[in-house]
């Protein structure tokens, strides 16, 4: 999967558009146990993405693959 768009949510989650229109929820709550990605808790470092396109990157350095997102996201019907 190629990432076309990525947006934060509020309650720390991602919006995510693939290259082929297909959008989804990403939940990044269940990683904040992994030291990196705990300082993402912090909504203003949260915001702070960077999209790849084959990867989402963070300003204080976590990272998650498209690969990790299109096995875990929710797709929403169009």
């Not at 990157?57 to 990272?63: I, K, L, Q, V």
Request: proline share 3%.
């Amino acid at each position: 999967m190629k990432i076309s768009e990525v947006h934060p949510l509020s309650d720390f989650t991602l919006q995510i558009i693939s290259e082929d229109g297909r959008i989804g929820i990403f939940d990044v709550n269940p990683y904040f146990k992994y030291d990196i990605f705990s300082l993402l808790k912090n909504e203003a470092e949260f915001i702070k993405i960077f999209n790849g396109s084959y990867f989402i990157e963070w300003s204080c350095g976590a990272d998650l693959s498209a690969d990790t997102i299109e096995a875990n996201w929710q797709l929403r019907s169009m």
